[in-house]
């Protein structure tokens, strides 16, 4: 069974940074692509940002280009999402989300972030 786990979350006041972690049980190569989506509360989940595996494109909410950069490294077995420029806007729990090629999804249980003074 695949495990995703998520890391890095935490109180950071507007304008600062954090970078998130999502450690999967095995390679990373099994999956096609690997994400990072978050949902506020009273919000639906909506993607931040995700990557094809093995250095393929990279997109992103247009709400996050330019602050977070989404990236992969395969012999930690770790994607991460490094978030600059936080605002308040940008509190919510962030998930991890792989998806296989057969497009079976797997998800993380979700780290908080919260952007507060």
Same mark, same amino acid.
């Given at each position: 069974q695949v495990q995703l786990v998520e890391s890095g979350g935490g109180l950071v006041q507007p304008g600062g940074s954090l970078r998130l972690s999502c450690a999967a049980s095995g390679s990373i190569a099994m999956f096609y692509a690997m994400g990072w989506y978050r949902q506020a509360p009273g919000k639906q989940r909506e993607l931040v940002a995700d990557i094809v595996i093995g250095g393929g494109p990279a997109k992103y909410a247009d709400?996050?280009?330019?602050?977070?950069?989404?990236? *992969? %490294?395969? &012999?930690?077995?770790?994607?991460?999402?490094?978030?600059?420029?936080?605002? @308040? *806007? %940008?509190? &919510?729990?962030?998930?991890?989300?792989?998806?296989?090629?057969?497009?079976? @999804?797997?998800?993380?249980?979700?780290?908080?972030?919260?952007?507060s003074s």
């Amino acid at each position: 069974q695949v495990q995703l786990v998520e890391s890095g979350g935490g109180l950071v006041q507007p304008g600062g940074s954090l970078r998130l972690s999502c450690a999967a049980s095995g390679s990373i190569a099994m999956f096609y692509a690997m994400g990072w989506y978050r949902q506020a509360p009273g919000k639906q989940r909506e993607l931040v940002a995700d990557i094809v595996i093995g250095g393929g494109p990279a997109k992103y909410a247009d709400s996050v280009k330019g602050r977070f950069t989404i990236s *992969e %490294d395969n &012999a930690k077995n770790t994607v991460y999402l490094q978030m600059y420029l936080l605002k @308040p *806007e %940008d509190t &919510a729990v962030y998930y991890c989300k792989a998806i296989t090629f057969a497009a079976n @999804p797997y998800w993380g249980q979700g780290t908080q972030v919260t952007v507060s003074s």
